[in-house]
């Protein structure tokens, strides 16, 4: 929570209301489309209309919405040199805080630091790659104990680390 708040005072980021997020159109596009990408699969898989228990509709939900956040802020961004900051870099900032806060995933907060050294903003860079060191205290949950998680949350967090030596 103090990461989201200091980078919403610090950058003036726009898209949030006492801490919540408020999303542009653009956004809720990208949310509405890839839930229904999700909705056209799971058809797929079971042959008709797939229905979803009401325990899981809530992570379900907050798990695509923050792929379609963190895809939309990465556009044109998250697989290039990076030696271009976009000209909307504040926006896109505000839409990997989104996706962050939809669902916990250190790529969004990843992204962002990177965005944010680029713009000259070093110190907001740190304190996201702080916050991604605390990933191994929810990464068991956020990887539903999966084979192989405690050896990709390693090289997470040193990824993290690297780059805050590098700062």
Known sequence: MRLT????QSLRLD???NLLPVYTPEE????E???SKFQEIANDVVGGEARFHPEVVGPITRMQTAQALEDLAGRDWKFTDKSELPEDWKARVSTYLKAWASNLNPSAL????????KAGYKTEAKQAL???LLFPTYADV???????SAELTNRIVKDAKD???DL
């Open 15 to 17: 898209g949030w209301d």
């Open 33 to 35: 489309s890839e839930l």
């Open 5 to 8: 708040y200091n980078l919403i």
């Open 110 to 117: 990843r992204e962002m630091a990177d965005m944010l050294v």
């Open 28 to 31: 809720m596009r990208t949310i």
């Open 130 to 132: 702080e916050v991604i």
């Open 142 to 148: 956020y990887f539903s104990g999966a084979d192989g």
């Open 163 to 165: 780059s805050l030596n």
